[in-house]
């Protein structure tokens, strides 16, 4: 930003990027009996899919990472729940047909010095096929990297149903 000069800086936020990726949701939950029930029963009787679903508890809370075939709804099923809950960018590729395709996109990560927090498989992917959802550190050069060597990246349009 510049001062007194009367001139602007050009900026783009991270919803102007140009790569693919799917949001997650991480919902924060009372580590307690049917927490979890409660969560998943919210979206019982909607059209929004749960594509992808992990857990991460400790002996008060727990973080229930989602991915929806629908994000922007499901966000509005959170809100009118008042749910505590925040959006993150997760890179999802599809499974290579090898005998190692975890080996195969941690290698293709590590030649270009990407970390993984971490990752999850989907319950299903697009097509029915086998997918992983990774969360990295750099996303646009992940993406980059693994499209250069020809794996497959989905984006949240990806998982939409038809």
């Not at 290579?96 to 293709?108: D, G, M, T, V, Y």
Request: contains cysteine; charged residues 25%.
């Amino acid at each position: 930003m510049s001062f007194g000069d009367g001139s602007e800086t050009e900026f783009e936020t991270a919803h102007g990027r140009e790569w693919p990726s799917v949001r997650q949701f991480n919902v924060f939950l009372e580590n307690r009996l049917g927490a979890l029930m409660d969560l998943v029963r919210r979206f019982e009787s909607t059209e929004i899919r749960i594509v992808s679903l992990t857990v991460v508890d400790s002996a008060d809370c727990a973080v229930i990472r989602l991915v929806f075939n629908d994000p922007e709804r499901a966000r509005e099923v959170f809100e009118l729940a008042n749910l505590p809950f925040t959006e993150s960018d997760l890179l999802v590729v599809k499974l290579p047909e090898s005998k190692q395709p975890l080996a195969h996109i941690c290698k293709a990560l590590l030649s270009a010095e990407v970390d993984i927090h971490y990752a999850y498989p989907l319950l299903v992917g697009p097509d029915g096929c086998a997918a992983l959802a990774l969360h990295v550190a750099d996303h646009e050069t992940a993406v980059a990297t693994l499209s250069r060597m020809g794996f497959t990246i989905f984006g949240d349009h990806d998982l939409m149903d038809d």
